[in-house]
């Protein structure tokens, strides 16, 4: 009988069995590995995963680090790579987590049984809600987010705690949650800012309705050796409106870069003659937090020892000022996003609307003012829509483009997080209701698919935050959880 002729693909040519590579998913290539050790050596040569690693994840930061590095350091793990990478999207594409961790956060009220934890409230009504009323305020999230370090009050040490979450290690803030009550925490350009109030109110205004001084404090964050992480505190300064303290009842929003500080106050307006739910008190203002100082303002109540290198207030803006500039919200706030440009120049105000006048899709429109108060300011169309307000969490969603989103899909998004142009994750709300509750989907678009699955996981604040490695939320269990795609 003659002998059979070999047609292992293994055995091809180079070229050929290139140009069949070429038509295989990634996760295809890995599942040809376990046809035999002829194939497992093929599909595993370094030299053809390399290609197409870069022809199918161009965008991943592995393919960038292969662009910039030398190249024989990448043919040793090319495989390694390779996996890796497809590994993670085969996940993202199945919209299943490799793996879940979860971290459980404190209460509001430690263990002195005494409020720790009170944050701004959101607003009753909102023009970028789907009704004039906010249906379902999701509180705002007491967990911030910043290129893989996260910060959370752990219920577990009881503090809050930067963690690392490529390396999952935990560092301790330098901050006593206990006597205080924190009311936000944000980390923005490796500053760690946390606003807070004295526990006891130092006026009340009625029975229910007290005065609480206010302050920010700020920790500079810096990466150490071996992977660790400092906490190092900055400043601190008192938060104040013309020397009326916030109460319980008003809403600030606030932003920051490395070297400032800025907060819009909406304050109700308590006048016995001119109380207006349509004119409530506005103002925002601008501090100077660069410089190190080791003065502690909550520890000067009369503010008479004040060093100069104190944070300051450099721009004050009254309602008229805001009335100006075209960002005055009155009672029917449109307030969606407050940022601080890259180079510290201009205050940026994003104010999201339900609709246009001539009709279409929602849309959002930045307000830039100088950041002195003085010269030109610049107001724009975005082309784009904010979620709407479900509360204060939506202040930090991303934008999303009316392209890809009709009317109704916009009314029911919760939160968007994107990670570039290549992959997006939209919580919303489904359409119809289950037996009268409203049920959530996550949805999931990479380059080649899109794919919607119900998820519990993330609707106890509203908020996503993440990239193509995890995505971060919290339960109603108040549990911080992560989805890890990566690991």
Known sequence: ??????????????????????????????????????????????????????????????????????????????????????????????????????????????????????????????????????ERPFPEA??????????????????????????????????????????????????????????????????SDGVHRHFASSFDVTKGVNDSWSITPRNEWKIMFLGHPLSERDRFFSAHSNTHYVIYIWQPNRSLYTADEDAPIESLFVWDISKTSSYRPSLDPAGRNAPDDAPCIVSRFGFQDLEFFGVRQRGYPNFQRLEITKNSQAIEITENFGSRPEGGLPHAITTSIPLTGYGPHWRRDRQRALPPYWGNSSLHSEFMSPDDFSEDFWSRAISQVTDGDHLRFVLHFQQMLRMGKRVTDLIIWIPWSKVTIENVDFTGQGKLAGCEKYLLGENKSRELVIYRFDR
């Open 1 to 134: 009988m003659p002998t059979p002729q070999s047609h292992d693909v293994a055995l091809l040519p180079s070229d050929i069995f290139w140009m069949i590579m070429t038509y295989l998913e990634p996760s295809e290539i890995v599942r040809c590995r376990r046809v035999s050790r002829a194939w497992n050596e093929a599909f595993s040569n370094p030299s053809i995963l390399l290609p197409l690693l870069k022809r199918h994840f161009p965008w991943t930061k592995e393919v960038k680090s292969i662009n910039t590095e030398s190249n024989n350091q990448h043919q040793s793990n090319g495989l390694s790579l390779f996996d890796k990478v497809a590994s993670r999207y085969m996940y993202l594409e199945r919209g299943k987590p490799r793996s879940i961790q979860k971290y459980r956060l404190c209460n509001n009220f430690g263990r002195t049984e005494k409020r720790e934890w009170y944050e701004v409230q959101p607003w009753e009504s909102h023009s970028a809600s789907s009704r004039a009323l906010v």
């Open 142 to 207: 007491r967990w911030t987010v910043e290129n893989n370090l996260i910060v959370f009050p752990s219920a577990e040490h009881e503090v809050l705690v930067l963690m690392d979450l490529e390396t999952d290690r935990k560092f301790m803030v330098p901050f006593i949650i206990c006597g205080n009550i924190i009311r936000r925490i944000r980390l923005e350009k490796r500053l760690l800012v946390i606003e807070w109030a004295d526990p006891k109110a130092f006026h009340w205004l009625n029975d």
